[in-house]
């Protein structure tokens, strides 16, 4: 039977309506977990290619700590003949424990050299899980210490949870460090060489993608939002990407980004970006954001 009109019109009307509240759930369903800051540049330093050109961190244990940058020349000549050649962005924890990442070119291994607040150092390795990267770009601590984030090389839509080497009862330079679960991302990264807690629940990140394609920038600063404070859970991510970091240079060609650090007493974020050719001698540079 027809329907009449005045019910026709109705019934088009509650079913506008109900697509309506359907898609304005979808919305707030997929919404990020915290909207995307500003971060405008400040001021920069020189990065020294030798000493300063993978990473940095800073260190609030003892108090008065000078920040603490990786480059190929702070590899100290016994890790380099046993094969751990390459440093990457280090961080520290908020009680005073340093850590660095190390690779090698080949193997089933990772490592992570760690400094106690008294200042003796440690290494923890970490056995390869199947389909994982050999690289090891960064490590990243939680707030709250019992946790370490890394990640890898290419094209990943995953970060690395670990317990913190040193921090976590649960480690021993003796034993394997076990990975203990997966940031599971929504939007796929490229390349990242440095990731740092700024709550504890949310990474910054640095990207080095020389191709812009996944969000319409190359070497992008990334914005990661954790659905919970990582753990021995599986968490996930959602990603953001806020801007393209400085790329100026008295040359032209490839510039690399590097490590990143947040201060969360400064309120400072600090990026390094490494110039092409041979300004990498001269203009190389650690750049500081604040953020709005």
Not at 82 to 109: F, I, K, L, T
Not at 199 to 225: H, N
Request: aromatic share 8%.
């Amino acid at each position: 039977m027809r329907m009449p009109a005045r019910q026709r019109c109705h019934a088009v009307l509650a079913g506008l309506v109900t697509l309506a509240t359907a898609a304005a759930l979808s919305v707030a369903a997929t919404a990020p977990a915290a909207a995307a800051d500003t971060w405008n540049e400040v001021g920069s330093d020189r990065a020294d290619p030798l000493t300063e050109s993978q990473g940095l961190a800073s260190v609030e244990v003892p108090a008065g700590s000078p920040n603490r940058y990786t480059g190929i020349g702070t590899i100290p000549f016994g890790l380099t003949v046993r094969g751990w050649n390459h440093v990457g962005d280090p961080d520290a924890s908020y009680n005073g424990y340093y850590v660095e990442p190390y690779q090698a070119d080949s193997g089933g291994a990772k490592m992570f050299r760690v400094q106690a607040p008294g200042g003796a150092w440690s290494e923890y390795v970490h056995a390869l899980s199947p389909g994982e990267a050999l690289n090891n770009s960064f490590d990243t601590i939680s707030p709250n210490g019992s946790w370490m984030v890394s990640g890898e090389w290419g094209t990943m839509n995953r970060l690395l949870v670990f317990p913190t080497p040193g921090v976590n009862p649960a480690t021993s330079p003796s034993a394997n460090l076990p990975q203990a679960s997966t940031i599971n991302l929504d939007h796929a990264v490229r390349d990242v060489q440095g990731c740092d807690f700024a709550t504890s629940t949310q990474l910054l990140c640095s990207s080095d993608d020389p191709e812009g394609a996944l969000f319409g920038i190359t070497k992008p600063l990334l914005q990661i939002d954790l659905s919970a404070e990582p753990g021995s859970a599986d968490v996930t991510g959602h990603v953001t990407a806020l801007r393209q970091l400085p790329l100026r240079s008295s040359c032209s060609g490839s510039f690399e980004s590097e490590g990143i650090d947040y201060d969360r007493r400064t309120g400072t974020l600090r990026v390094i970006v490494v110039s092409p050719g041979f300004c990498v001698l001269t203009d190389s540079k650690t750049y500081r954001f604040t953020r709005s």
